[in-house]
């Protein structure tokens, strides 16, 4: 069974500060997604990676996808009440299109 | 362009009662998904289709069963409502190794 664990679940912050989003699995994709989702809408691409230690700058957010294909995060730097929403990761392993959703991290960025 | 349309938007089931969701791409993806949302949660995958004629199931497909009799349209219906399958669902398709296009989502509440 395919897991997709993020951390934390929630994150509460003041504007300016940084922060770090996990997404761990002991599977491994051939692909993982970032998406960003607000309240009653579907979610939102953000970021798709596909190398093993790739790294993908998007203005102030950073994405990187580990060596092994297991995990990823997502950094943002110097957060913006823009930013509050439901982060979520989604991956899918080789050979399949069937594609697994991440826990979530609900992200609110205080003024 | 429309993308990706999902009714009803909003529905009351009693306990028993069965209904179905539609859904309708006009973007020619081959793959077609239905996820659950409950509150404050991530995405759980449903069912899937490759492509018409083929689907398959995903994390949660108890309780549900669906279609794929054209590349356009994915409809999944719900036998025997039960409390449980109270949830947000999306509906979502890509084009193959690529973004998840999603609708706006169907609101159910049964009671």
């Known amino acids: 069974t395919q897991l997709l664990e993020q951390s934390p679940q929630f994150l509460s912050i003041q504007e300016g500060e940084n922060l770090t989003v996990y997404c761990n699995s002991s599977?491994?994709?051939?692909?993982l997604q970032w998406y960003r989702q607000e309240p009653g809408e579907g979610p939102v691409l953000l970021v798709t990676v596909v190398t093993g230690g790739e790294v993908k700058k998007l203005k102030r957010l950073t994405f990187q996808f580990g060596d092994a294909r297991k995990d990823s995060s997502l950094h943002i730097t110097a957060a913006q009440p823009g930013d509050t929403g439901l982060y979520l990761c989604?991956?899918?392993?080789?050979?399949?299109?069937?594609?697994?959703f991440g826990t979530g991290t609900r992200l609110k960025v205080l003024a | 362009n429309a993308g990706v349309t999902q009714t009803p938007k909003f529905r009351i089931l009693k306990i028993g009662q069965s209904m179905t969701l539609q859904c309708t791409q006009d973007m020619n993806h081959n793959y077609m998904y239905w996820y659950r949302q409950d509150p404050g949660m991530g995405l759980k995958l449903i069912y899937y289709?490759?492509?018409?004629?083929?689907?398959d199931k995903g994390e949660v497909p108890n309780g549900y069963n669906v279609s794929r009799s054209t590349t356009e349209d994915f409809p999944l219906r719900l036998e025997l409502a039960a409390p449980s399958q109270t949830s947000v669902y999306f509906c979502?398709?890509?084009?193959?190794?690529?973004?998840?296009?999603f609708g706006e989502g169907s609101r159910l509440t049964v009671l």
């Open positions: 599977s491994v994709f051939s692909s």
């Open positions: 989604a991956g899918s392993t080789s050979g399949t299109y069937k594609y697994i």
């Open positions: 289709s490759v492509g018409a004629g083929i689907t």
């Open positions: 979502a398709s890509n084009p193959g190794a690529g973004e998840l296009f």
